[in-house]
DNA sequence: AGGAGTTGTTAGAGCGCTCTATTGATGTAG
DNA sequence: CTACATCAATAGAGCGCTCTAACAACTCCT
């Protein structure tokens, strides 16, 4: 910067005020330093900017796992909007696992990035509020009370029952749930779940299965459900990952969706419109989700707003090929 | 640090090494520091630490399309590979799209990274020599002949050749290819496309359309070549989520595959393996190009190493249920 | 003419850390 | 007992920037 001044036969701070695009700068002298930085190749140090000024412009965006086509969905929203407010994002991922998802946290932490992101975040809501009290944060995909940050979800539980609703509907009572585990939101949908079947009768028909939010936790799932106890005839997948992993193992053990079992997913994904797959799911508004995080956290950054905002959106039933009319034929018969 | 410093009755300079894991610090003397560290919530902040020492041990990625998995799965290897060296990553998106490219890589020259690793750049390679004078750079799924950084890359344009070998084994003429436009290595696997039907005596049948890496141009490429000329037997998607447009579309149409028509991806993605897609295609070893990628950056970075490297791996062919022999059948006749 | 404003520019302190050189303190050999 | 290492700890400069306050140089108004 010092190089650039002398160049530009100015002050060091005058180079910083172009650099910062200041209004107080005469057309003549700006010009004249935006050349000298030209001409030297200069950029400048965002680390020693951020020192200086306590601002990096950054918003730092945790995503659970790059392998699901809903973070990449996510971020496309996120995206514009830090962009059109004058952000820009970094991304880190979490793998699906918690330690990895606090190291990818902590990067952001010492990077001193404006705000984090944390989608489909794992971690407890006492981690949360610490995390808070540390940055400004925005949680999407999840759905908390605390009055430290904001949260930006579908209404989880909701769209579960949607699902339990319209599979009970087409005759179904023998539903099954391969649940999400620690994933984000998976509590809410298996709470839905429950709720909807005891709601519609079916208490005695409630079979849960663990899982994760993985695709082969899909596969993993289907074998639990063939080895032990009766077959049911519809099951509803934590998410569209995970009932790629289902449909694919049905099909591999020769049992066809949905005349044999219907299947519905979660999160209507791209993978989900597919005409291979064309699986019936519940949507989540990915971008504009990822919009109203970013949104939310730069009001926070602003300073234009102290009070916790906790926005609900509510899901819509996507219904594709893979549910249908419960089949009159049994396991055994299709065997 | 001041802080901490006092706390623990010792000097600012002496926290500083402990939290760089000096070992030439007493037993005591730490566990006092660590301990105040903790009662304080500190947490070092890189951007001094950068700002002093010049290095951040860590390494920015730029991938060119979250959308498509095989960025997750290069992903995974340099994580992996980044994280047993002792640096993090910290990623960035391009968007598939120039201009966002050149931002995140700007971020990350602000951020002052110790390196870049470029995952299917589309940059020039006089953008990449310039950029490589800037850091130290490896790029990644592309290959050039530049002395100043390192690609990590599989042969594409064999990969091509093994894909009309393949297709004109089963006894295919009319094959055609949708390229990947502007996406890395799809000039070489548009080459290696051309060269191969040359080869093969089929130089009247090479017909290209243009496209780009994304499922939206499999589409639009299938309606290009449903609606002038004869439709080809088979087709060679530059990449599997192209493909997977392809196939949605031919099914749409009411084309078989492969009875009707056969078709190709290139990359392995775990999509491609999924008993609903089942598609023919080429394999790239995700993980260990991602590995190689980093090790060769930290070679750099650790200056172990002056002249560039250039790994070309050879891929193979999978071969699945989208590619077929060639059917008797017109498409006047299928319709 | 003199005070108040406005505009463009600058000096210099300071952000939170590392790093070099230095100082004591302790041990070890001549 | 002195000379020389070795080890733990520290002072203080410096990394590349921003920010406050101050300063000229004008213009405007009474």
Redesign the pocket.
């Given at each position: 910067?010092?190089d650039v001044?002398s160049r530009a036969?100015?002050?060091?701070?005058?180079?910083?005020?172009v650099?910062?695009d200041?209004?107080?700068?005469?057309e003549?002298?700006?010009a004249a330093v935006l050349e000298a930085a030209e001409e030297l190749g200069?950029?400048?140090?965002l680390?020693?900017?951020h020192?200086?000024?306590?601002?990096t412009m950054t918003i730092g965006l945790v995503l659970n796992d790059l392998h699901n086509p809903f973070f990449a969905e996510m971020t496309d929203g996120i995206h514009e909007a830090a962009l059109k407010a004058g952000y820009r994002i970094v991304i880190n991922t979490g793998l699906r696992d918690l330690a990895s998802e606090k190291a990818a946290i902590d990067t952001f932490l010492e990077f001193r990035t404006d705000g984090v992101i944390l989608v489909g975040t794992e971690l407890s809501e006492a981690e949360l509020e610490s995390l808070a009290s540390e940055t400004n944060l925005v949680v999407a995909a999840r759905v908390t009370a605390s009055d430290s940050y904001d949260t930006v979800s579908i209404d989880d539980r909701l769209g579960a029952q949607m699902i339990v609703d319209h599979l009970a509907d087409l005759g179904h009572c023998r539903i099954a749930h391969i649940d999400g585990g620690p994933g984000a939101g998976a509590r809410k949908r298996r709470k839905g779940y429950k709720a909807a079947m005891e709601q519609r009768g079916l208490s005695e028909h409630v079979r849960i299965v663990a899982g994760e939010y993985s695709e082969h936790a899909g596969t993993v799932g289907v074998d639990k459900l063939l080895s032990d106890g009766e077959m049911p005839t519809a099951i509803f997948a934590a998410n569209d990952l995970m009932a790629t992993g289902v449909l694919n193992r049905l099909q591999f053990e020769g049992l066809n969706v949905p005349e044999d079992v219907s299947l519905v997913g979660f999160d209507n994904t791209a993978m989900a419109a597919l005409h291979q797959m064309s699986l019936t799911t519940v949507d989540q508004p990915c971008e504009l989700l990822g919009k109203l995080a970013a949104r939310y956290l730069i009001e926070r950054l602003e300073e234009e707003r102290e009070e916790a905002v906790h926005h609900l959106l509510v899901p819509s039933l996507v219904c594709r090929s893979t549910s249908g009319p419960v089949s009159s034929r049994t396991l055994d018969e299709i065997r």
């Open positions: 910067m010092e001044a036969g100015v002050s060091r701070a005058l180079v910083s005020l650099m910062r200041s209004p107080r700068v005469s003549h002298s700006r200069y950029r400048r140090n680390m020693a900017h020192l200086a000024s306590h601002r």
